[in-house]
């Protein structure tokens, strides 16, 4: 079964840190540029932030720059949000999305993009 499973979400007060882990599994992500998204309670998936499938290049949303990290490990087929100082905004399902190209797709919106896979999300929650 072709699927990318997202882990690592959880409660966690504000200012602490959490790293999100989005894994693939019966397919490759070397060849893929991978997004991820999160969506809060009656809002829009909204893009957060991306990296190329060499793993070189990233990019964030302004929310996200300078507290969230996106890395990955082509060979536990596995990309990875590292987030610190973390804010209860910052609340939400976390979502990575497979691209399907090389590149990083920074997408405002889920539908900005045609991505070709998405995982089924993490709950994260920041509060005291």
């Known amino acids: 079964q072709l699927q990318l499973v997202e882990s690592g979400g959880g409660l966690v007060q504000p200012g602490g840190s959490l790293r999100l882990s989005c894994t693939a599994s019966g397919f490759t992500l070397d060849y893929s540029g991978i997004a991820w998204f999160r969506q809060a309670p009656g809002k829009e998936r909204e893009g957060v932030g991306c990296?190329?499938?060499?793993?070189?290049?990233?990019n964030y949303a302004d929310s996200a720059k300078g507290r969230f990290t996106v890395s990955r490990d082509n060979a536990k087929n596995t990309v990875y949000l590292q987030m610190n100082n973390l804010r209860p905004e910052d609340t939400g399902v976390y979502y990575c999305?497979?691209?399907?190209?090389?590149?990083?797709?920074?997408?405002?919106?889920?539908?900005?993009?045609?991505?070709?896979?998405w995982g089924r999300g993490t709950q994260v929650t920041v509060s005291s």
């Open positions: 990296i190329n499938s060499g793993g070189d290049r990233t």
């Open positions: 999305a497979a691209a399907g190209i090389p590149n990083c797709v920074l997408a405002a919106r889920a539908d900005g993009f045609n991505f070709a896979r």
